[in-house]
């Protein structure tokens, strides 16, 4: 076990989008909560310094989402805790952005920017406008409290959070990611950014990236989206709103940070933590685009198949048993329906692993309609998250008759 002991420790969350008393995000947030400080009591060092809510937390911005909000908060967030929240787009769908400044200091009576030192630690946070961009006084105010932070200690880690992503950074970023910030934070190697939004599940490894400095993406209590377009169901995969996800983040005298997502609807850590030993040595990084060059392939059993039942005059289930990979996850699966015949591929379809699930189904079904009677091959192809793939896929041959 590494000799890791924390001198910090503090909760990342973002989009919880509460609607009304009655919302299952709600429920989720204050079940996340309780999971936050049943953990901390267990550790050694037992102290949650700061929980940083980064934006979209009420659905709306109206006043009553705002105000029960803040109830959860005073209900489930110990004393001792400092509590930061920054605004989004969701804040200001109400009646527009000085509507929601006013509602938010008068409820929560904080800045939507802030920089606070907690524990040695510099945290900087920053509210984006209704279209999630950045104008000229939040890019003033980073650049002149992301120098200040630098020159207090350059090797120590500078917590920085933004609701939206930074672009061509972490898993979602493509459509959900905003430009504005970029060109000040890729002077601090040392940043380690916290950014929602998107919706993209933090188990995904996608979800953390290191180029210029290192990224993390903060789930969501609500629904998951997924940043890709050519699955079945579109982004919106099966099981997404079973969605509950949330970074429990801690620091050590040496500036190495440790981040740990964290699972509420199972109440249980994802297995494996990521680690930044060095922040302000990008050398050092080890979540960067080399995974692309990973040579870790999904692999099917040895006795592994496929089962075809018919499900109408023109249509079959095709079941299988998950794929092992001995990294990560298997992301998704290409089935592929070809005429026995000519070869003709007639129908292909790709469907997610549901890896965004911290109890993920042991099989897969996926339905194959709109063929005609005649014989068909069916094969099933595994997919990593770097373009890796099974080099042996499972097949069957299928009969459609009248």
């Known amino acids: 076990m590494e000799d890791f002991k924390p001198i910090i420790r503090f909760c990342v969350t973002s989009d919880m989008h509460y609607k009304d008393a009655e919302c299952v995000e709600k429920k989720r947030f204050e079940k996340g909560m309780e999971y936050l400080y049943k953990y901390a009591d267990s550790c050694e060092y037992k102290n949650v310094d700061a929980l940083y809510v980064v934006g979209d937390f009420a659905d709306r911005g109206e006043e009553s989402q705002m105000r029960l909000f803040k109830e959860s908060l005073d209900k489930c967030v110990r ?25 938010f200091d008068k409820i929560f009576n904080q800045s939507p920017d802030t920089h606070r030192v907690i524990n040695g630690f510099h945290f900087i946070s920053v509210t984006s406008t209704r279209g999630c961009h950045f104008d000229d ?67 995904d490894p996608r979800s953390v990236y290191q180029e210029h400095f290192s990224c993390f993406g903060t789930g969501t209590f609500s629904y998951f989206e997924l940043d890709e377009f050519d699955k079945n169901y579109g982004t919106c995969p099966p099981g997404n709103n079973a969605a509950a996800q949330m970074l429990i983040v801690e620091a050590d005298a040496d500036n190495r940070v440790r981040v740990m997502p964290f699972d509420v609807i199972s109440g249980n850590f994802f297995p494996y933590v990521w680690k930044i030993d060095e922040p302000s040595n990008p050398d050092s990084f080890l979540y960067t685009n080399k995974r692309y060059k990973t040579n870790v392939i999904p692999y099917f059993g040895v006795n592994e198949s496929i089962s075809v039942t018919k499900t109408g005059a023109d249509s079959v289930d095709v079941t299988f048993s998950q794929a092992n990979i001995d990294e990560d996850y298997v992301d998704d699966y290409v089935i592929t329906v070809k005429c026995k015949k000519c070869g003709r591929i007639v129908k292909q379809h790709v469907i997610f692993s549901e890896y965004y699930l911290y109890d993920m189904p ?40 009248d």
Request: a negative charge; hydrophobic letters at 35%; charged letters at 30%.
């Open 137 to 203: 006084p939040q890019i003033e105010f980073a650049e002149k409290n992301l120098k200040e932070a630098a020159d207090d200690d350059f090797k120590k880690p500078i917590f920085f959070f933004q609701h939206p992503h930074i672009m061509g950074t972490v898993y979602g970023s493509k459509n959900w990611g905003e430009d504005e910030l970029t060109p000040t934070l890729i002077h601090y190697p040392q940043i380690v950014d916290f950014s929602g939004h998107s919706h993209a599940p933090i188990n």
């Open 362 to 401: 042991k099989k897969l079904t996926c339905r194959i309609d709109g063929l005609e009677k005649g014989e068909y091959t069916v094969t099933v192809k595994a997919r990593g998250f770097w373009y890796n793939e099974s080099s042996i896929d499972i097949k069957t041959e299928f009969e459609l008759r």
């Open 79 to 103: 004393k001792d805790t400092i509590v930061n929240l920054s605004m989004a787009s969701h804040e200001y769908m109400c009646d527009g952005e000085d509507g929601a400044r006013a509602r």
